[in-house]
């Protein structure tokens, strides 16, 4: 199965991470300053969104919004176009108890998605997020649905994301 453009460049920045203590990662600074975030100065600030956003205009799709939109993953509930089943490379929203987490789909077993994307344990990552908090899962507008369905993967050996930042 060949995945999408946007999954393959999101792997190729995987490990990118936070500076831990009052600095800051210059690199994901200048994707929030690529997208004109409105102040994004610290690499503590949830940053999934602007990850996301760097990553679709990396790949030439339109920004999730304007404004403070483009630093909250709940702007991606309504981008592109609603998908109703699961697919490699879908962008998918989930419920946490600070806000919302937006990260790319590379996987599932019964009971949980494997989720590729930015500030994911404070890096650009992937984790395992239960199925009972998605709350959308979109496709970038001008591109064909896929005709693919799940990705099974074998179960986690490693506890499930409750909070990715």
């Known amino acids: 199965m060949t995945e999408p453009l946007w999954v393959s460049v999101g792997r190729m920045l995987e490990g990118i991470a936070e500076i831990p203590g009052p600095a800051s990662n210059p690199i994901i600074l200048r994707w929030g ?11 503590d600030t949830a940053w999934c969104a602007v990850y996301a956003n760097r990553l679709a205009v990396a790949c030439q799709f339109p920004l999730s919004g304007t404004g403070y939109e483009l630093l909250r993953a709940r702007s991606f509930m309504t981008w592109g176009q609603r998908l109703d089943y699961e697919a490699l490379g879908a962008w998918m929203v ?15 077993t019964d009971s949980a998605y494997w989720i590729h994307g930015g500030n994911t344990g404070n890096r650009v990552g992937a984790a395992w997020l239960a199925k009972s908090r998605l709350i959308a899962r979109r496709w970038p507008v001008g591109v064909v649905l896929p005709a693919v369905g799940p990705v099974l993967l074998d179960a986690p050996s490693v506890p499930l994301s409750t909070n990715e930042t």
Do not use: C, K, M, S
Not at 95 to 108: D, K, T
């Open 33 to 43: 300053q690529e997208i004109h975030t409105p102040v994004f100065t610290n690499d």
């Open 94 to 108: 989930f419920w946490r108890p600070e806000g919302a987490h937006v990260g790319l789909y590379l996987g599932e």
